[in-house]
């Protein structure tokens, strides 16, 4: 049995459960815990710990795993141990943050290329000749804005407008904790500004927005016959409100 310890950096909407990912404490990189469900979903019987609590966000998670499980779109996939508990350990230091975060941070601040392309998808057959070096990545973009949208069901569907390097992207959001803040907002693209002020978010700065980019899934979108995954925005950070909610000076 294999043990370890991230810093949870997402915990995004998947097939009517969750998915959860961080970075190693150790600093040796990404790791995406899986269930042995074909997609790897996980569900609240596989992450709820014994007090009842849910990982968050900036939680250190111990989580046992039995084995490596890569695929070709999720490189730092691993399979999980159900017969063991997860657990939470001692709260983040701003210290261990800064070592952990800020690089991966830079190596994703000289190029516009996002887990490999400048598009907002990958054709899985391209991903299954040559495997994705990685399907996670922690950004600070430039120029957000954030656009809520309805669809032909009524139903509010929620984005993420962004410049990295240069280049923009338009991306879905899977963070149910953004998404149920946004979902108190009418039809329209809004700036930092206006999403902070409109939903008082009171210990958020504009430009203290850093995003958790994940990729999907393989799945035949509508009206095509090839199988794609998407990047997602899987966790939207301000690192503001990281900072007043863990005590960080």
């Known amino acids: 049995m294999f043990s370890f310890e991230i810093v949870c950096l997402a ?10 990912a961080g970075i190693k404490t150790d600093g040796s990189g990404w790791l995406r815990p899986v269930s042995n469900r074909q997609d790897g979903t ?8 014994e007090d009842g609590r849910e990982p968050e966000l900036f939680d250190i998670i111990r989580i046992p795993c039995l084995r ?3 695929k070709c779109h999720q490189p730092e996939n691993w399979l ?11 709260n983040l230091t701003l210290d261990h943050a800064r070592s952990l975060l800020n690089p991966e941070i830079q190596r994703h601040s000289h190029s516009p290329e996002l887990l490999g392309s400048l598009d907002k998808e990958i054709c899985y057959e391209n991903l299954e000749r040559s495997s994705a070096q990685s399907s996670l990545a922690l950004i600070k973009p430039e120029s957000i804005l954030w656009q809520v949208k309805i ?12 410049f990295l390097c240069g280049t923009s992207y338009d991306l879905p959001i899977t963070d149910p904790i953004w998404v149920n803040k ?15 002020e409109n939903l008082e978010l009171c210990n958020f700065e504009r430009d203290q927005f850093r995003l958790t980019i994940s990729l ?18 899987a966790a939207v950070i301000n690192v503001a409100d990281v900072k007043y909610r863990l005590g960080w000076k």
């Open 11 to 20: 915990k995004s909407i998947k097939y009517g459960g969750i998915c959860i």
């Open 42 to 49: 996980l569900y609240p019987e596989h992450y709820t710990l």
């Open 68 to 70: 490596a499980y890569p």
């Open 80 to 90: 999980i141990d159900t017969s063991k508990d997860w657990e939470i350990l001692e």
């Open 151 to 162: 669809n032909l069901y009524n139903e509010k569907k929620f984005r993420c407008l962004f």
């Open 182 to 196: 946004l979902s108190s907002l009418e039809e329209g693209i809004y700036s930092c500004e206006e999403v902070i």
């Open 216 to 233: 999907s899934e393989p799945f035949i979108p509508s009206g095509q016959e090839k199988k794609f995954c998407y990047k997602l925005v």
